[in-house]
Every structure is written in C-alpha cells, then in structure tokens.
C-alpha cells in the first residue's frame, strides 16, 4: 500500500504569486508547502527598488489572508493617474486622460507597495500559518503522476508526494514543458527597465503613464518622497542605458522624466529584463494547475502581472475548497478544469489588451498618434468609459474570487 501524500498541494516557484497561493489554499485546512529555488529573504538584497500596484481587490485578498496589516504603513495610496502621450525630450502632449479617485464607483486606484515589504510579509505570514511549510533552496528536477498522488523529485534525489502540484516556477516553467503544455509566446523586441528614485518635490500620489515612441514610462509614487519608475526600451536601447553608470543613466531619466518633481536621485538597484507574451494553450494537466507566469505573462504597461497571480490563487483556493467539502479530490482532472474555465478567459483578455496598448502606443507614426491622442481625449470626456477602465484595473469586475471580495473561502 503506498504512503498518504506528504502534502495535499505542493507550490513549486517562491515568487510572491507561488506565496500568494500557498496562503490561499492554507486558509482553506489543506495542507500546503511551497518550495522555493532561491535561498531564504534573509540571504537576499534588502532593497531592490521593485514595487507594486495594488488595487481593491488585490488589497482585500492581503487582508483576508492576514498580510495587508503588516505593511499598511508602507502602502502609498495612488490618488490620480495621469496618462499622456510624448516624446523624449518633450515632455507630455496637451491632450491627456486623467483618472480621479474621487470619481463615483471606481473602485480606486489601490496603492504602491515595494516589493521588499509585500514579501516579507507574505513569507512571514506563511511561515507562522498552521498546516503551511517553506522550503528554501530547492530544485525541482522532475515530476510523475501516480494513481492518487504526483510525486515531485528534488535535485538531490529526495522525492515528495502530493494530492496536487501547483506550478508558480515562472514563464519559462519547467513544469509546464515536461507536461507537455504548450504555449503562444512571442517577444516584444523590447526590455522593461525597473529603479526608484527620490525626488525633492512631493508626488501628492499621483501616479503618471508617459507613452514614449520606444514604449511607456510609468512614474509610480511611493511612500516619503520617492518613485517608482518602469519604463520600456528597445532591447538595444535599454543594454545601452543599463551599462551606464548612475549618474549618466539619470540624466537618460531626466529626459524623459522631466523635471517637475525637481532634483532626482537613485535608490536601491536597476532592474533590465526583456518583455514576452506567454500564454499556456492549457492550465491544468493531471494533477498539475498552472498559476501566475507559468500560466501567462503580460506586458507591463498596466502593472497587472502580479494581480493577475493573485486572482489566479484565490480562484484556485475558492475551486479546490469546494472540491474538498464536497469530498472530491482536489487533483481530478476535471476539479482543475473549474479553475482553468474560470481563469484562462480573463488572463488572456487582460493579457491581449495590453498587447494591442502596447502596440498601438509604441510607435512615433504619425496617423497613430494623431488616432491615439483623440482616443485619450474621448475617454477623458466620457464619464463612464473612464469609470469602466478603473473599475476593471481595481479588480473588481468579473467573477470576483471570494478572497478578492475580502471574504472567508
């Protein structure tokens, strides 16, 4: 007689999508690890200068799962977001789409939070939740499915038995491939470049959306005085500004930037990394759920990647839940299928939206932008196309997880 599985769903990816869920599926009594390639937060840089956006629902599944009151203090709350068209150099065009936060039914903006609190967090929480273990540094070498169970092999030979495996291992997932689930994925030819900065002029939680000819720059306001910047580069383009030294690549900054919150300075690393479209054709196989990256990833024009990961893990918690209650096992293929059909539609939505902005906004063609601009302009005059976007950028629109409603599973 074989062995009880060691685990009811096993997370392999220590990315904050792969905490994200382990938290989920532990609020429910199932019994969660997550293993973790990386070494532990403590062996990691402490400031990185990454941040996030997070919106309504995404704020409401860190509280449900006892996050949110850890790092509430350090959350900046985003009170308009101004998007606009341009040129480096130039500065912004006259025409531009303002989002209020004091719009009716928006839903908000949510707030920016850095990466290096939101992940603290989460681990710490994780690591102090009944029926919930972290394993750090360890590889995953392979996977099989045997009746009942899938069985994970570690680098070093050990092997770990599970009711589910959930792959958060990342675009280039693993797992994924040795499924045998393929994918649509193509590169954008361009980079994203990440960094924060201080200013001396107060961002008031404005956050700012540039979209430049190479692609967008974002300027996303953070707590005392400082930023957030994400902004897109041909790939050639952003090797050749993330080789500079600081002080040449602020005044690369500074050209785009402008100087309407005065003196700038860095803080924390540069972040280069090249911008794909992933789509998994599948998200599910036996005994295997894809979630965050793995799953898919997106371009970053709107800052919805680690949202999206989030909805993906209170939805697979919400489905596994039901499952378990109605004394189903959590691993059938046809259990998987509920999360896939709940959450394969939006993702991808979400995923070839931002595609086509992307597409549509960086380029310096100039029936483009003349389009574009009357576009922006259109939205700005039309109360309820403006409501709309906010309240789908909240993420509150849609089948809404319970745990992204602020609710118990």
């Known amino acids: 007689m074989k062995p009880a599985p060691d685990f009811d769903v096993l997370i392999i990816g220590g990315g904050l999508a792969g905490a994200a869920a382990a938290l989920a599926v532990a609020s429910t009594g199932l019994e969660v690890a997550l293993f973790d390639a990386a070494p532990a937060q403590d062996e990691l840089e402490p400031y990185d200068g990454r941040a996030y956006s997070v919106p309504a629902g995404s704020r409401r599944f860190w509280e449900a799962v006892g996050v949110w009151e850890r790092i509430a203090g350090e959350a900046q709350e985003i009170s308009d977001i101004l998007v606009s068209d341009g040129r480096v150099g130039e500065g912004a065009s006259p025409l531009f789409l303002r989002f209020d936060h004091r719009e009716p039914e928006s839903g908000g903006f949510g707030r920016m939070i850095e990466d290096r609190h939101l992940r603290t967090a989460a681990f710490e929480k994780l690591a102090e939740t009944p029926g919930a ?3 750090h540094g360890v590889r995953v070498s392979g996977s099989r499915v045997e009746p009942g169970r899938t069985v994970a092999t570690l680098a070093n030979g050990e092997e770990v038995f599970a009711r589910l495996i959930v792959a958060a291992d990342g675009r280039e997932s693993p797992l994924r491939a040795a499924a045998g689930i393929e994918r649509v994925n193509w590169a954008y030819g361009q980079n994203g470049m990440v960094s924060a900065v201080a200013h001396e002029r107060p961002h008031h939680g404005v956050a ?12 996303l306001p953070l707590k005392r005085n400082r930023s957030s910047l994400v902004w897109t580069e041909s790939a050639a383009e952003a090797a050749r500004i993330h080789a500079l030294p600081d002080d040449l690549y602020l005044a690369e900054l500074e050209t785009r930037f402008g100087d309407f919150l005065g003196a700038l300075s860095l803080e924390g690393k540069r972040w280069t990394y090249p911008l794909h479209f992933s789509l998994a054709h599948e998200y599910v196989a036996p005994r295997l759920a894809l979630l965050g990256d793995a799953a898919h990833a997106v371009h970053p024009i709107a800052g919805q990647g680690l949202n999206l990961g989030v909805r993906d893990a209170a939805a697979l918690a919400e489905v596994l839940a039901g499952a378990m209650r109605r004394g189903e096992d959590i691993g059938d293929i046809a259990v998987l299928r509920r999360y896939e059909q709940w959450r394969r539609f939006d993702s991808a939505a979400l995923g070839l939206s931002m595609d086509a902005l992307n597409r549509l906004f960086s380029n310096d063609i100039g029936p483009l ?3 574009r601009d009357l ?5 700005n005059n039309t109360p309820g196309l403006r409501r709309a976007f906010m309240r789908a950028a909240s993420g509150l629109s849609g089948e809404v997880p319970k745990l992204m409603r602020g609710e118990a599973i």
């Open 133 to 135: 273990r972290i394993r």
């Open 375 to 379: 576009g922006l302009g259109m939205v």
């Open 369 to 371: 932008r003349a389009l």
């Open 208 to 219: 700012h959306e540039l979209f430049l000819p190479a692609g967008p720059f974002a300027i």
